[in-house]
């Protein structure tokens, strides 16, 4: 079998290996790249000429070269520029490459841009029309000024709310009567449904036929890879939410293929991500210490609030959808009004002094999870501001928690390759799931009904929930899978990942 250079696509004379790809290259070719770029050719990662490793060949017979005579100077000086011409080759293909990616993101930008524009030039007009319109009433009317925060801003500068650190305002009254208003509706409509499935959903047996059917690389830098946050629109599913390690959010419409909006702002990268349920609001957080308030329809942040120390580990929604709860590394938790971007209370990590490193709402919203870095789950109630219970077990960093639908399971992973799901009503773990040794799970969702769960880390996986059998395994993401979420009545799965995709799944 014939080996051939892979920069060149000859024979080589002196064939070499590399151990860093596993390519074959001429000896004195790949050297010559090596002292010009010091790294291996096919996959661009660090390599020297000591690493090379020779392949021993049949030798070749070859002709014996005339001497006394120019012929052999003017061969040497013909080899020399076919190297040069064939490494110069190779190079243009790489830049050429590299030059598709980024012409294919500026394209999406770009298309993104000009729909940001057109909204926003038809909300100018009729800016200016409701404007003459109240021109003629406001004439000799006199606007009191009003103390307090701003809730919301039209222009593209965000309120910062840096008199949220440290300052309270205490749970007052009329937000815990709303808080309890919701628990008992929200609680009552439960019970309403009883255990009948809702119809529509997809039964586990389309679950198992699941492939993947949409693959989308193009929405965050190439230049910073990595999706570290994923989320959906409840209400309309076809809008999905990502959160890159290019600090951006990317909003991108499943059913054009098109990416919306993209969202600039976080000095880091981030690593939270959620999309209201009933209105065009996203929410996200990130190592900069900051949660950020983001407008879709004017593509613009609209509040930043600084309510903790360190890095943001986990963001939730309370069911009012006024309310957003976080966890830190600074080892507290908080709670903010996202109309007013205002701190209502902050509480310590009470027993320990480890960080917490994510938190979710219970569907009822008056008691919530947060996981910790020293391997224990906490239940708090959140009108008493308390720890109402523990959950220990797993060893290492909690790395997700998901409440079902149906109020009574918890489903919890850790860095032990171990899922365990936790009986609220008992108060006890009745079940755990063991995954492959140094299995990572990086996310964990129920569906909307809490018939399934979904895991994502080492691969994207989904369970039937009561059984707790293992319905479907997905491998196509090429590295860790970050975030994983349900389409509505599970239509169809979304995964995101560190290899840049966000990826589809359906029947």
Known sequence: ???????????????????????????????????????????????????????????????????????????????????????????????????????????????????????????????????????????????????????????????????????????????????????????????????????????????????????????HSASVPGILALDICPNDTSKILTGGADKNLVIFNKDTEQIVVTLKGHTKRVTQAIYHPDEELVFSASPDSTIRVWSVARATCTQVMKVHDAPVT???????????????????????????????????????????????????????????????????????????????GHSGPITSISFSENGYYLATAADDAIIKLWDLRKLKNFKNISLDDRYEVKSLCFDQSGTYLAVAGTDVRVYLCKQWLDLAVFNDHSGISTGVRFGNNASFIASAGIDRTLKFYSV
């Open 1 to 219: 079998m014939a080996l051939f250079c892979f920069i060149s696509n000859e024979i080589p004379e002196k064939p070499c290996v590399s151990p860093v790809s596993n390519q074959v290259y001429e000896r004195r070719l790949i050297e010559k790249y090596l002292s010009a770029n010091g790294t291996d050719p096919c996959n661009g990662d660090p390599l020297t000429a000591e690493q090379l490793i020779d392949i021993k060949v049949n030798a070749q017979v070859k002709p014996k070269p005339p001497s006394a005579t120019s012929i052999p100077a003017i061969l040497k000086s013909l080899q020399d520029e076919w190297d040069a011409v064939m490494l110069h080759s190779f190079t243009l293909r790489q830049q050429l490459q590299t030059a598709r990616q980024e012409l294919s993101h500026a394209l999406y930008q770009h298309d993104a841009a000009c729909r940001v524009i057109a909204r926003l030039t038809k909300e100018v007009t009729a800016a200016r029309e409701a404007l003459a319109t109240l021109k003629p009433q406001a004439a000799g009317i006199q606007v009191p000024l009003q103390a307090g925060p701003v809730a919301m801003v039209t222009g593209p500068e965000p309120v910062d709310m840096q008199q949220a650190v440290g300052v309270e305002l205490g749970m007052m009254d009329d937000v815990l009567q709303k808080l309890q208003d919701k628990a008992a509706l929200l609680t009552a409509q439960r019970k309403q449904r009883g255990k009948k499935i809702p119809d529509g959903l997809v039964l586990s047996d389309d679950i198992k036929s699941f492939k993947q059917t949409g693959s989308q690389s193009g929405l």
């Open 314 to 392: 986990g963001i939730s929604l309370h069911p009012t959808g006024d309310y957003l709860l976080s966890s830190s590394e600074d080892q507290h938790w908080a709670f903010c009004d996202i109309r007013t971007g205002q701190l209502l209370t902050k509480v310590p990590n009470s027993t320990t002094d480890n960080a917490l490193t994510c938190a979710q709402f219970h569907p009822d919203g008056l008691i919530f999870g947060t996981g910790t870095s020293d391997s224990v789950i906490k239940i708090w109630d959140l009108k008493e501001r308390t720890n109402v219970a523990n959950f220990p």
